[in-house]
């Protein structure tokens, strides 16, 4: 479900210029790549053409002095001052050029009926857009509501206007770079075509993430000065930027706290001995550990009392694992699969436990134990399961997902537990799957074909993100979405009493 076949017109490349048709044609081989023509010619080719997808590629001048010859800019919108189309799946060609290793900058393309040199170039780089050139809004709009994208080169700047002696220059360094981008504007045809996207019910964030978060807003709004966090607050680097941005300051240790700070320490739990040296800095601490995480050290610290070795299945990485581990270091020993479980020693067969990392994937975990029953019959099992409520159900819907869709996209954090076994999860069902931080990650590679694509995010991920991949693929073609719901979830947990 991809490609031409899907849309009354074929899609077109629209190059304005000989020059750029003679860049960009020869490297995209079967693909309709038509001259325009220069400025209102293109108007012309637009008016006479029956809509259908378009996507523009040819050269421009920036307007933002952050640009440089060869620089590439992609359109999400484009505009005149009065009219604008947008172009939502700019993300994805961005990401793709960016994975070529091009300079790409995303963002609004101006468009002027003639070359904007002197006070009308300052004046337009000041309403924010990029770059500006003569003819792409017109040729978007041929599109007609189609799939509409916009590559565009830059040959001139604010510094180095086009009459200029080097232009030549660098006009041959922006045809070089448009001839370099074909194969991703190739990608972004092949990747069109409408598509149903199957959201997984539940997603995103869990109520730890949620009570994490909220404790870092709390502790903001209630210092003046800095609020320090002891790593990630969560494992999502878009939560951290946003925090970032707000105030927070990331610190790996306590040592890095200034003395009688206010410290939060992060969902997922962290040593004694953190505690600790926290408070010997006199540090205003509060922590944001999950309660399910602090369920799972309770239960180690009585099973080190009673005197067992607890084998612990995790990721011995993790910082969820090493906190654990902190709880009692002399008797928990980590076990991260299957091969492990069967050559692991303990120092008295009949007295040991096992606990389990809250984010692992369930049936991995169970694996794990079924071989450390089999061992040690006298294995002392948690008194519920540790694995959390928000993992074993994001894990259920995944299952479900991919039980349907030619391709599973996972939105998080490739050092979030959870969102990293989602992945796997859903490739055990058969079913591709990738995980991404966010769309720009998205290859259009893996959407070629993929006319069922199930969406979910681990459950450290906003749920915009997951919203803005949506929206991105409907920049390829028409989109259906469906709720593919598996559960409920309406576990909330208070805060802690620090900010409550």
Same mark, same amino acid.
């Given at each position: ?20 048709? %003679? ?12 001259? +325009? ?41 484009? $505009? ?13 060609? %961005? ?15 101006? $468009? ?14 000041? $309403? ?30 604010? +510094? ?12 041959? $360094? ?18 069109? #075509?409408?598509? =149903? ?17 909220? +404790?870092?807003?709390? =502790? ?48 997922? #739990? ?7 040296? %926290? ?44 906190? +654990? ?38 049936? =991995?975990? =169970? ?65 591709? %799957? ?67």
């Amino acid at each position: 479900m991809n490609g031409a076949a899907d849309h009354a017109v074929a899609p077109v490349v629209a190059t304005p210029l000989r020059t750029e048709h %003679a860049a960009v044609a020869p490297a995209l081989p079967g693909t309709p790549v038509v001259r +325009t023509g220069r400025g209102a010619r293109s108007s012309a080719w637009a008016r006479d053409r029956a809509a259908g997808p378009v996507l523009v590629a040819g050269v421009a001048g920036a307007l933002s002095p952050d640009l440089r010859p060869g620089d590439l800019v992609v359109a999400d919108q484009v $505009t005149d001052g009065t009219t604008t189309v947008c172009s939502p799946a700019a993300p994805l060609l %961005a990401g793709a050029l960016t994975r070529r290793g091009l300079p790409v900058h995303v963002g609004t393309l101006a $468009t002027s009926p003639s070359v904007v040199t002197g006070a009308a170039r300052t004046a337009l780089a000041a $309403t924010g857009a990029l770059a500006v050139d003569t003819e792409t809004l017109p040729l978007a709009s041929a599109a007609g509501g189609a799939p509409f994208a916009a590559v565009r080169a830059v040959v001139d700047t604010p +510094t180095a206007p086009l009459l200029h002696p080097g232009t030549p220059g660098r006009g041959l $360094t922006a045809l070089r770079a448009l001839r370099a981008a074909a194969p991703a504007m190739a990608e972004w045809l092949a990747a069109l #075509g409408p598509r =149903e996207v199957l959201l997984a019910s539940p997603r995103s964030f869990c109520a730890g993430v949620t009570r994490a978060i909220d +404790t870092v807003e709390r =502790e903001l709004q209630r210092h003046q000065g800095p609020v320090y966090v002891r790593r990630q607050i969560v494992h999502n680097a878009h939560v951290v930027r946003s925090l970032e941005q707000r105030g927070a300051v990331f610190v790996e240790e306590v040592d890095d706290v200034p003395v009688g700070s206010p410290l939060v320490l992060a969902a997922h #739990g962290v040593a004694p001995a953190v505690h600790a040296a %926290a408070a010997d800095r006199g540090l205003a601490v509060v922590d944001a550990t999950c309660p399910l995480v602090s369920k799972v050290h309770a239960e180690v610290r009585r099973a080190a009392r009673r005197g067992e070795t607890v084998l612990l299945i995790g990721h011995r990485e993790h910082e969820e694992v090493e906190g +654990t581990v902190g709880e009692a270091p002399d008797d928990v020993v980590v076990v991260a699969d299957v091969d492990q479980a069967r050559t692991v020693a303990v120092r008295d067969p009949e007295r040991v436990s096992y606990a389990v990392q809250t984010t692992l994937a369930v049936d =991995e975990a =169970e694996a794990v134990a079924a071989v450390l029953r089999d061992r040690f019959p006298a294995l002392r099992a948690p008194r519920r399961d540790d694995i959390c409520y928000a993992t074993t159900n994001r894990q259920q819907a995944v299952r479900a997902l991919a039980a349907q869709a030619d391709l599973v996209l996972v939105v998080g954090s490739a050092n979030s537990s959870n969102s990293v076994r989602l992945v796997e999860v859903a490739r055990r069902a058969g079913c591709p %799957a990738h995980l991404v931080e966010d769309a720009a990650q998205v290859d259009l590679r893996w959407l070629a074909g993929a006319g069922r694509i199930g969406l979910s995010a681990g459950a450290s991920a906003p749920p915009h993100l997951v919203d803005e991949l949506v929206t991105c693929l409907s920049g390829l073609g028409p989109v259906r979405v469906q709720d593919v719901h598996v559960t409920d979830e309406d576990v909330t947990f208070t805060l802690p009493p620090e900010v409550s």
